[in-house]
């Protein structure tokens, strides 16, 4: 089915969106800083900054359009009131590669098998380009969050490591955007990292979140549209 799909935010990732849209037979109706949300568009991708989301989203919301948030560092919980109250269909994801949500199950079943080896120090690094804002990426503090789960420490630097582990963060250059989990004893260590490639992936997932939550209400994650569409990667995720 063709989409006219709104796409907030023109930059790094919302240029990649926008011809993911085309490749995919979709309009992409691109929209900057002071335009309004286009009437005729079921649903948007925002990929802006995080101090302009919820801006956006009531504008989206307001135009009975679902919205597919790729930004971060944004007011989640927010978000949620906002969606649950105008009953919209929402999609929020830290990180919209397939990639990234295989290596949260991976981080998760390592964490669960370090849980018991209280000797090794588990870690979160991250790695971006220079123009990127906000730290620790949305995708380490998902990470931190999994770690949490599993290993009954604290993601903090100033609580001691016996209960915390630390997540840390790095801008240098072009790194389109790099993920490590580490586990290290006096002895040794075990790394699990990965490394995007490119923003294409990112634009995928957020397209297929898209193409998914149309008509839908409530609040999702990439992880309910990947379950939904059957977990398998789906159709041209692999180029
Ligand atoms: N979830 C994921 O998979 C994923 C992947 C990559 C990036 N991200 C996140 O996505 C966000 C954007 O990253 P990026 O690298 O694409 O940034 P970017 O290159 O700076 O692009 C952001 C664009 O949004 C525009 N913009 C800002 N506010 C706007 C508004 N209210 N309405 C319309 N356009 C607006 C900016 O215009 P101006 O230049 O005029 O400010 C800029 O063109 C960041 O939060 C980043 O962390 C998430």
């Not at 109706?29 to 335009?35: A, C, H, K, T």
């Not at 072009?174 to 634009?203: C, K, N, P, Q, Y």
């Amino acid at each position: 089915v063709t989409l006219r799909v709104a796409v907030v935010g023109h930059g790094r990732t919302g240029s990649e969106v926008a011809i993911v849209l085309r490749e995919r037979g979709h309009d992409a109706v691109l929209v900057g800083r002071s335009d309004p949300f286009p009437s005729d568009c079921p649903v948007g991708i925002d990929f802006t900054r995080g101090g302009e989301v919820l801006g956006n989203l009531d504008r989206a919301l307001g135009k009975k359009a679902c919205y597919v948030v790729g930004t971060t560092g944004f007011d989640l919980e927010a978000a949620r009131a906002r969606v649950e109250a105008e009953k919209g269909g929402f999609v929020y994801a830290p990180n919209f590669s397939l990639g990234v949500n295989l290596f949260y199950r991976m981080v998760r079943d390592a964490a669960r098998t370090m849980a018991g080896f209280s000797d090794y120090d588990p870690y979160v690094l991250e790695r971006h380009h220079r123009g990127k804002r906000d730290f620790p990426s949305g995708t380490a503090k998902a990470l931190a969050r999994i770690l949490e789960a599993e290993t009954g420490r604290r993601g903090s630097e100033t609580l001691p490591l016996e209960e915390a582990f630390h997540v840390a963060s790095l801008r240098s250059g072009g790194i389109v955007g790099d993920h490590t989990v580490g586990f290290s004893s006096g002895d040794d260590e075990i790394v699990l990292e990965h490394r995007s490639r490119s923003r294409r992936g990112f634009a995928l997932g957020a397209v297929l979140a898209a193409e998914w939550v149309v008509g839908r209400t409530g609040v999702y994650s990439f992880e309910d549209v990947l379950t939904a569409l059957g977990n398998s990667p789906p159709r041209g995720v692999a180029r």
